[in-house]
């Protein structure tokens, strides 16, 4: 079983089978590397936005489950919050399949608290305990981020998904450098997921994530 990070959350409700290989979208020879894992004989799984029609068709035929993530940002940047919902939804309604095993799923996949606002993280929850998706952000891939959440809403990260109802078993996290002891414990109480991104913290030289930790 290949693993990229702690990508057990996203992959649960996969029935017993064949190893799992979760593919990350963007890595350099991405297309290759989804057949070659299929190929041998691996049930791969890949997540990437909705956005990339053509992936996601290839994806389709080659008979690779897919986590397709609608995006969401503020009005700030593109749309305001009831367009992004409504949209949210529509696609939850054509596509989301919550089945286990199923090939194409669903995640609302806001980018990170920079770029949505409180209220729509905490619609985009609701929305997924409705109909039963996942849900998935950035979190902590840098200091700054913390100062952001402290000085927008008084709260650290971690404290910001609880209030919003992101604490649970559907949320799987990108990056998760800047935990700290007590935060890893909340995470792991919740069962959420959290996978590391290290080529491109390395990019950044925004940190590392405390893989063993989370463990």
Known sequence: ?????????????????????????????????????????????????????????????????????????????????????????????????????????IALAPCSPFSISKDLMTESARLAERYDCQLHTHLCETEDEERFCLAMYGLRPVDLLEETGWMSSRVWLAHGIHFNAREIARLGEANVGVCHCAASNMVLASGICPTCELE
């Not at 064949?18 to 350099?28: E, L, M």
């Not at 969401?72 to 089945?99: C, W, Y």
């Open 1 to 105: 079983k290949q693993a990229h990070g702690k990508t057990e959350n996203f992959l649960r409700g996969l029935e017993k089978g064949p190893a799992i290989s979760a593919v990350p979208h963007g890595t350099r020879g991405h297309g290759a590397k989804m057949l070659n894992t299929q190929r041998g004989g691996l049930r791969t799984k890949e997540t990437q936005s909705i956005e990339r029609p053509r992936d996601r068709f290839r994806a389709q035929f080659a008979g690779i489950d897919q986590i397709l993530r609608q995006p969401g940002a503020d009005a700030l940047f593109m749309q305001d919050a009831d367009t992004i919902l409504a949209d949210s939804e529509r696609v939850l309604k054509l596509f989301h399949d919550p089945r286990p095993g199923a090939h194409v799923r």
